[in-house]
């Protein structure tokens, strides 16, 4: 256990080039003094590692040391062909690199882990597209990959919902959700962290790549900040709460189409006193969105549901299916609008 963390704390000093005790303690979830252990350690097995004080400092490797202690456990050598997500970086422009990487990974295993790693391969397989989707074109990704990798400025004419607007901005990062890929970034001259925001790369209409560079928040992380801007999203958007009479086969559907939603259901589900007319239905609530969204996705589940409350969304439910039922009622020597 602690050989494999002195290993882990050796490659990333050699990767990021500076760490501080406290962040590497709450990485390993050890004690700081615990980590001033391992650094004694090193320094007493050869590593040239010291620490740097002042502001600014942290504990760092001596300039150009290398270390070639990278070899992978055979759990790590499976991982390997799940490690690239060929197709995002195919995307990103970098499908060629990141196979020829995990050609030389490969090969330099040892045999009985290249095999085993080669039958991952061949049996596992990772589609991040939900079904019913087509991948979106993308033909300003790669550019945009390159200026984030480069950390340069970029104007871009984005096609929002409301307006198609030219904006200046300084890329922070790109995330690949549920197959769609976003840009992080901050607009220009609002380089702090709360003015950061998310933009879908499919609606960048065209992108031009400046020489300035891309102004950063101090202490952003993109692995912090994606999961929080995430939850705020949802919280925002599904901020309505609606009361239901749920079947079991509207809970399935619901299941199907809106897992998060299914999920809230169960947890305030309330079993429903109704006799032989109701077996298995419940009383719940869900989060919705605005009410005439919340009205089309509740009758998704058609007859399966029935709403309780607030008496506005019951009503624009009910307006809602009258008017569909007046779209599609049989009118005669009528075929077609």
């Known amino acids: 256990m602690r050989s494999s963390r002195l290993l882990s ?13 406290a962040d590497l303690a709450a990485e390993f ?13 090193l320094s007493a097995a050869g590593v040239p590692v010291h620490a740097e004080r002042g502001r600014g400092g942290g504990i760092v490797l001596a300039a150009g040391w290398r270390t070639t202690l990278t070899g992978l456990t055979d759990q790590e050598a499976r991982s390997l062909p799940m490690a690239g997500l060929a197709s995002a970086m195919r995307d990103v422009g970098w499908g060629v690199e990141a196979a020829d990487v995990q050609l030389k990974l490969l090969a330099s295993l040892p045999p009985h882990a290249a095999a085993n790693a080669g039958r991952v391969a061949e049996r ?33 004419v984005y096609e929002s919902w409301v307006e198609r607007q030219e904006r200046t901005l300084s890329p922070l990062g790109l995330v690949l959700k549920g197959g769609l890929w976003y840009l ?30 891309a102004q950063r928040p101090a202490a952003f992380s993109l692995a912090a900040h994606w999961p929080a801007s995430v939850a705020e999203f949802e ?4 901020s309505g709460r609606a009361t239901v ?25 309330v079993p429903l006193q109704g006799g032989q007319k109701t077996p298995g239905w419940i009383t719940a609530e869900l989060p919705t969105e605005s009410e005439a969204y919340a009205a089309r996705q509740l009758l998704r589940l058609g007859t399966e549901v029935e709403v309780l409350a607030p008496a506005s969304l019951r009503a624009a439910v009910a307006q809602e299916a009258a008017e569909v ?3 599609h009622r049989a009118v005669k020597g009528r075929s077609k609008p």
Do not use: N
């Not at 704390?9 to 005790?21: D, N, S, Y």
């Not at 079947?247 to 559907?253: A, D, F, Q, R, V």
């Open 9 to 21: 704390i050796l490659l990333r000093l050699q990767w990021r080039g500076r760490c501080t005790a």
């Open 29 to 41: 979830e050890v004690a700081v003094r615990t980590i001033y252990r391992d650094l004694d350690a």
């Open 124 to 156: 596992f397989h990772v589609d991040p597209l939900p079904w019913y989707h087509q991948p979106e074109a993308l033909p300003l990704l790669p550019e945009l990959a390159q200026a984030v990798w480069e950390a340069r400025r970029v104007r871009v």
């Open 184 to 213: 992080v970034a901050c607009a220009d001259g609002r380089a702090k962290a709360g003015a950061v925001r998310t933009y879908r790369v499919s609606s960048i209409v065209s992108l031009r790549v400046l020489a300035a560079a």
């Open 235 to 238: 919280a925002r958007l599904m």
């Open 245 to 269: 009479r749920l079947s079991p086969e509207g809970l399935e559907i619901l299941r199907a189409t809106q897992p998060a939603a299914a999920a809230w259901a169960l947890r305030t589900a």
């Open 325 to 327: 039922a007046r779209l």
